[in-house]
């Protein structure tokens, strides 16, 4: 014989990160004790964006940096032509 949970029983909800571990009195005015570490989240968030596009642009720097030389150094030794030793001759 099977025996059912009526719907929705035995999960926890919540609606905001960390509301679990909050107690009432730990509560500061009306507001919800979660919005703090919502607000500090998203800031987070956003700091952590800000430090992925700067390291992807540092990255995007170097490679054209590394591309540029590279295209240099190539175009030096096509130019870089033999030259025929000259015999120095020199008056006593």
Do not use: F
Not at 66 to 75: C, I, V
């Amino acid at each position: 014989m099977e025996t059912r949970c009526p719907e929705g029983a035995g999960q926890r909800q919540r609606s905001w990160l960390g509301a679990q571990h909050d107690s009432p009195g730990s509560r500061q005015g009306s507001r919800p004790a979660s919005a703090k570490s919502v607000r500090e989240y998203q800031q987070q968030n956003e700091q952590e964006q800000e430090q992925e596009q700067e390291q992807e642009q540092e990255q995007e720097q170097e490679q054209e940096q590394e591309q540029e030389q590279a295209a240099y150094y190539h175009r030096q030794e096509e130019n870089h032509t033999p030259r025929p030793e000259k015999n120095i001759t020199r008056h006593a």
